[in-house]
């Protein structure tokens, strides 16, 4: 099992609990989307079942690599883990597009698991990942539990955005924050988990991650050092004759450039925010103004489908205005 990195805060206080005896019944894991927090949550739950199951284990988070938990967990058939996210629109297509929520017939399923004891141990964890994607009807039914916790259960519940999620499930949860690793760190886990990649593509998978793994993980592949280039080099001189934009356009359009295109729309409004953190006066404003339309323009350009070459020549336009933020510096 791979070493964590990043968020040493986070994972001391849970360990100092879990060493103290004082677990809470419910944590809720937040901070950005692809900083770890499912990897903590999964190592975390091996862990509290291994530890509860067999007391003399050596301390910290690990399980020895032997141990039975890591097994059943590994097969997915552990009695006393469960974990919730969302399911393949189509049962027949299991790596196909996910559906929207996770439903309260999901938690449902969770109820008859809470009218009998744990199986190897006194305790049994419940994962959600996320929280957020459960339904609101859904979302009530587990207030219940967290309100009226069953024996020896412990809630991991994973969130990308706390702040949207019921206040009565908030206040039933200890917090553990989780935040953006350092581009150090990020370009750590990218080649422990791309193995093969070269140098160059680590550098750009870095640089989109935005402090976030999983997030760099998604544009692997994708070639995304040559996008980047394009990029700096509109916002290094402004594209005065539209030619780097125009040319940009017609690589991202079409349905072979569909990935790198949704990419671009993920990269763009990163891109914009990083170089908005150089900025000041006239410049800071005009450079929060493009990041504030460049995402407004990625979502958009999402819900509506709007056309793939034009929409990069306009997002590629908010990138130009780095180069006038520039020069109001």
Excluded at 287 to 302: F, I, M, W
């Amino acid at each position: 099992m791979t070493a964590l990195l990043g968020n040493a805060a986070a994972h001391a206080a849970f360990l100092a609990a879990l060493q103290g005896g004082s677990l809470h019944h419910a944590w809720l894991l937040a901070g950005p989307e692809g900083v770890g927090k499912a990897a903590f949550a999964d190592r975390i739950a091996r862990r509290m079942l291994a530890q509860a199951a067999d007391p003399t284990l050596p301390a910290g988070l690990d399980v020895p690599a032997g141990d039975r938990t890591n097994a059943l967990m590994d097969a997915g058939s552990h009695p006393d883990f469960r974990l919730l996210s969302r399911l393949p629109k189509d049962a027949d297509k299991p790596d196909g597009e996910l559906a929207r929520s996770i439903t309260i017939a999901q938690v449902r399923t969770l109820q008859p698991l809470f009218a009998t004891l744990p199986s190897m141990s006194s305790r049994r964890v419940v994962l959600i990942d996320a929280i957020d994607d459960v339904e609101r009807n859904g979302a009530n039914a587990l207030l219940k539990n967290l309100e009226e916790p069953p024996a020896g259960t412990i809630f991991l519940l994973v969130s990308h955005a706390p702040g949207k999620l019921l206040p009565t499930i908030r206040s039933r949860c200890r917090l553990l924050r989780f935040e953006r690793l350092r581009d150090d760190d990020v370009a750590t886990v990218l080649r422990t988990v791309l193995p093969e990649a070269e140098e160059g593509e680590i550098d750009a998978l870095t640089a989109a991650a935005d402090g976030a793994p999983g997030r760099g993980l998604r544009f692997a592949g994708l070639d995304l050092s040559e996008v980047d280039q394009a990029i700096a080099a509109i916002a290094g001189d402004g594209d005065p004759d539209n030619r780097r934009r125009a040319a940009l356009g017609r690589k991202l359009a079409g349905k072979i450039a569909q990935s790198r295109y949704e990419a671009f729309l993920d990269r763009v409004p990163a891109y914009i925010a990083r170089a908005a953190r150089t900025r000041s006066g006239q410049g800071l404003r005009i450079a929060l103004d493009a990041h504030a339309a460049a995402r407004d323009l990625a979502g958009a350009a999402r819900g509506l489908s709007l056309d793939p070459q034009g929409t990069v020549i306009e997002m590629a336009g908010l990138v130009a205005r780095l180069h006038d933020a520039a020069a109001m510096d």
